[in-house]
């Protein structure tokens, strides 16, 4: 198996990247996606958050209410962290289950952990390439406001409250530059592409 660690700010075009390594053959794992399957109702992760916040941040239905719970920890680092702390080690469980499960079904398979919070996790699977998708803070405050209709001020909020790019950028093996066109993102991705397929080549 061939591990990729992908991440990149938000709205960075992590997901354009990703799409396009699936389309040569990738298999892509979504961190968010995982962090929210260990908090679903009848989860570990569920029953520790319930006693860690309260019933607060549970919906009626005994879902997670996501917007009450990110209201508690946003503002508190000391909550988020709390947080941080059910979460995170459950999903580090599950995905890698995930990752061996590929590698059974294909031992040359390449994986594409898709991780926002790579750096802020501290995410440390053995990554065979850590892979940025990096566009400036301007750029992805415009998509935000364009393509979320988040305001300006709160775009910005959700940006600073991530990692800063020299952090992600100090962690990178490769750089994808997503501040220009789809096309420019989508060429660099295939060069990607034939690096991973000649590493792989070298293994046998």
């Known amino acids: 198996m061939y591990l990729i660690g992908l991440t990149g700010g938000i709205a960075s075009g992590k997901s354009t990247i990703a799409r396009r390594l699936v389309e040569h053959g990738a298999v892509h794992i979504d961190a968010d996606q995982l962090a929210r399957k260990v908090v ?15 019933d607060g941040v549970l919906a009626a239905d005994g879902t997670l209410d996501r917007a009450a719970l990110g209201e508690l920890v946003f503002s508190d ?8 702390a059910i979460v995170h080690p459950q999903v580090r469980a ?3 289950r995930l990752f061996a499960a590929a590698e059974a079904a294909n031992p040359r ?12 996790a501290e995410v440390d699977h053995p990554f065979d390439l850590i892979v940025v998708a990096h566009a400036t803070k301007q750029t ?15 775009a910005q909020a959700r940006i600073d409250a991530q990692a800063s790019d020299t952090q ?15 096309g420019h993102t989508v060429s660099q991705t295939d060069a990607l592409w034939a690096r991973v ?5 070298a293994r046998s």
């Not at 679903?40 to 309260?54: C, D, N, V, Y």
């Not at 680092?77 to 941080?84: Q, S």
């Not at 398979?109 to 802020?120: C, G, I, K, S």
Request: charged residues 30%; negative net charge; without cysteine.
């Open 140 to 154: 992805r405050a415009d998509r935000l406001v364009e393509l979320r209709g988040l305001s300006e001020e709160h």
């Open 197 to 201: 397929r000649e590493e792989l080549a």
């Open 109 to 120: 398979a390449v994986v594409v952990y898709d991780v926002p919070l790579l750096v802020e």
């Open 40 to 54: 679903a109702p009848g989860t570990e992760g569920l029953a520790q958050i319930r006693e860690a916040f309260g």
């Open 168 to 182: 992600r950028l100090a962690i990178a093996d490769v750089v994808v530059d997503t501040d220009g066109t789809m």
């Open 94 to 96: 599950l995905s890698s």
């Open 77 to 84: 680092a000391a909550a988020l962290e709390r947080l941080n």
